[in-house]
């Protein structure tokens, strides 16, 4: 029964190892399928320096409001 059990375990380990391998050659993948990349999901959208922002935090029990709005008299 443990020998049976321990198999059951290793084979587990090993098909969820070459699940992990699958999915990171994905990522590493050059071809031309819907695949990742390696690359950043998100994309970084540059801070304009025209709009001049500000953060109002309103807080009550339990609950904390977090608004930005844009700085009075900066345009």
Request: aromatic share 6%; hydrophobic share 50%.
């Amino acid at each position: 029964m443990t020998t049976w059990f321990h198999t059951t375990i290793l084979a587990t380990c090993a098909a969820a190892t070459i699940a992990v391998g699958f999915a990171s050659a994905a990522v590493y993948s050059d071809r031309d399928v819907p695949a990742a990349k390696k690359a950043d999901r998100l994309s970084i959208a540059t801070p304009l320096p025209e709009a001049r922002m500000i953060t109002v935090v309103d807080r009550q029990e339990g609950v904390s409001v977090i608004t930005r709005v844009p700085v009075p008299g900066a345009n």
